[in-house]
């Protein structure tokens, strides 16, 4: 299994931005499909982005559509997600996850593909 720490959440204005990185050890990191979740108080835990393995192949919600991006760099073990255009409903624990696989073009989507999991990073945005 991998590791997997996440960073970077905060308290934000609507409209800001923020990066919420997360750094995976323990495994080779480029062997993991990666993706990031968010839960907020009372919902269940909602897919947000994913990238598979290479980088070269990204999924999005579509409420954040336009606005996240998510990116990896593979030398370094971390995954970001990038959110601008900020809103309240953005708000919630941003958790990262990896699945390890042997196909290299695949990202998913569903909580359930995935077998590591970080502890979550709070992001909170401000009306």
């Known amino acids: 299994q991998v590791q997997l720490v996440e960073s970077g959440g905060g308290l934000v204005q609507a409209g800001g931005s923020l990066r919420v990185s997360c750094e995976a050890s323990?495994?080779?990191?480029?062997?993991?499909?990666m993706g990031w979740f968010r839960q907020a108080p009372g919902k269940e835990r909602e897919f947000v982005a994913a990238?598979?393995?290479?980088?070269?192949?990204?999924g999005y919600a579509d409420s954040v559509k336009g606005r996240f991006t998510i990116s990896r760099d593979n030398a370094k073990n971390t995954v970001y997600l990038q959110m601008n255009s900020l809103k309240p409903d953005d708000t919630g624990v941003y958790y990262c996850?990896?699945?390890?696989?042997?196909?290299?073009?695949?990202?998913?989507?569903?909580?359930?593909?995935?077998?590591?999991w970080g502890q979550g990073t709070q992001v909170t945005v401000s009306s």
């Open positions: 996850a990896a699945r390890g696989t042997p196909v290299s073009g695949s990202y998913y989507t569903i909580p359930t593909h995935y077998n590591s």
């Open positions: 323990g495994r080779t990191f480029s062997g993991y499909a």
């Open positions: 990238i598979n393995r290479r980088g070269d192949s990204t």
